[in-house]
């Protein structure tokens, strides 16, 4: 249903899946196609006051606006200075900017991953994203570490699938990684 000029939470959530049903996994135009999807929605002035809270992975603000047991979407704050060390996390994750500036790189692994504990990243992407644009992570090249720019940083973040149960925290300085559970971001990172 939709409610006067605004979507409601079901019209964006079908119009998500649309994108992904038409896109795939196509990076580029699946990342259009989403930005359309929620565009009307992310327009809503009640925007803030949807969705019910969710433990975040990195963050304590973060709410679920919508989840079916594969695709979420949901509404997170960022606090400045929090830099989200690289990660990566088995599946495409969308982060659409909603108020303030987020950074965003994107890392490349260059070795085989034949030594536990060694990884060597190559950043093939380091961009500041501002409101109305999104940033976008896929398998292969889903390694990515993100920092909000200023105090009210949110975003919108369309995930396409559920987390591996464990995920890699990148140190690309050192060329290291650890293994953590999802949910648990490792203190070392
Ligand atoms: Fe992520």
């Known amino acids: ?14 119009a998500v899946i649309s994108a992904i049903g ?18 009307p929605f992310i327009a809503r002035p009640d925007l803030f006051s949807l969705g019910v809270k969710r433990p975040g992975n990195h963050i304590d603000n973060s709410k ?12 997170d ?16 994750e969308a ?15 260059l070795d085989d991953g034949s030594v536990d504990g060694h990884a060597e990243l190559k950043t093939i992407e380091d961009k500041i994203y501002t409101p109305g644009e999104m940033a976008m992570v896929m398998p292969p090249a889903e390694i990515h570490s993100f920092e909000a720019l200023e105090p009210e940083t949110f975003i919108c973040t ?14 690309a300085d050192k060329n290291t ?13």
């Open 22 to 39: 038409r896109e795939g996994d196509n990076l580029e135009p699946l990342r259009s196609g989403l930005l359309e999807a929620v565009k």
């Open 177 to 189: 990684y650890v293994v953590a559970q999802a949910g648990k971001q490792p203190k070392a990172a």
């Open 95 to 109: 982060l659409c900017l909603l108020k303030g500036r987020l950074r965003h790189v994107v890392y490349d692994r």
């Open 1 to 14: 249903m939709t409610t006067s000029e605004h979507p409601s939470i079901r019209d964006m959530a079908q």
């Open 77 to 92: 704050q960022l606090p400045q200075g929090l830099v989200v060390p690289p990660h990566d996390h088995g599946v495409w």
């Open 64 to 75: 679920y606006v919508y989840y079916d047991g594969e695709l979420s979407i949901t509404i």
């Open 158 to 171: 369309i995930v396409g699938g559920n987390y591996k149960p464990t995920r890699h925290y990148y140190n």
